[in-house]
């Protein structure tokens, strides 16, 4: 079982900066991708960006040139360097890992932390 702890949300202007971490515990298998996921209210959980273990990263097109995603491998961590944020960027963030063992992939989601750009 794979365990996800997630932190460095929190509250700040529009144009400010803000950097999520998160860190996988818990099986030798994981991870293969990691990443963040994001929900507003009243929305759809969507896409920010995720990070092969070979360092592909894939980004929404709304957080491009804005966030940075990285990787490290040793300590199966991931962070998010989130810049220049907008109140549409206003959602609670959500961690996410694939284990794949033996052929099977398993999706793995942190609690989710709280992420507010105001204007």
């Known amino acids: 079982q794979v365990q996800l702890v997630e932190s460095g949300g929190g509250s700040v202007q529009a144009g400010g900066s803000l950097r999520l971490s998160c860190a996988a515990s818990?099986?030798?298998?994981?991870?293969?991708?990691m990443g963040w996921y994001r929900q507003a209210p009243g929305k759809e959980r969507e896409l920010v960006a995720t990070?092969?273990?070979?360092?592909?990263?894939n980004y929404a097109d709304s957080v491009k040139d804005r966030f940075t995603l990285s990787r490290d491998n040793a300590k199966n961590t991931v962070y998010l360097q989130m810049d220049s944020l907008k109140p549409e960027d206003t959602a609670v963030y959500y961690c996410?890992?694939?284990?794949?063992?033996?052929?099977?992939?398993?999706?793995?989601w942190g609690q989710g932390t709280q992420v507010t750009a105001s204007s």
């Open positions: 996410y890992a694939r284990s794949l063992m033996f052929g099977i992939i398993t999706d793995y």
């Open positions: 818990g099986s030798i298998f994981c991870c293969s991708d």
């Open positions: 990070i092969s273990s070979g360092g592909s990263t």
